[in-house]
Nanobody, 127 residues
């Protein structure tokens, strides 16, 4: 089991920036990739971004491309999500998740493919 702890959420005005962090511990060697998902009230959890620990390949939802950047610090087992030009529609609880097992594809959109999840951090963007 990989334990994940998110931090960095908060309240920001539209156009502002936030940086989320996700610290992984436990069986981190079993993690192949990390993802960020978000869930707004009354909506399903949706994919935001993902990154592979090895090689650093990144993947983004169309709604955040050009505004959000996912990165990782392998030495610290930490993943980051830099969010710029935030919009009110980015308001949600943001979760980081760990995906185990080798995967050569580029589809990280499915929450069920991720076995470990953090508790989430609230991001609120005011207009």
């Amino acid at each position: 089991q990989v334990r994940l702890v998110e931090s960095g959420g908060g309240l920001v005005q539209a156009g502002g920036s936030l940086r989320l962090s996700c610290a992984a511990s436990g069986r981190t060697f079993s993690s192949y990739a990390m993802g960020w998902f978000r869930q707004a009230p009354g909506k399903e959890r949706e994919f935001v971004a993902a990154i592979r620990w090895s090689g650093g390949n990144t993947y983004y939802a169309d709604s955040v491309k050009g505004r959000f950047t996912i990165s990782r610090d392998n030495a610290k087992n930490t993943v980051f999500l830099q969010m710029n030009s935030l919009k009110p529609e980015d308001t949600a609880v943001y979760y980081c998740a760990s995906r185990a097992g080798y995967y050569s594809g580029s589809n990280y959109n499915t929450p069920a493919d991720f076995g470990s999840w953090g508790q989430g951090t609230q991001v609120t963007v005011s207009s």
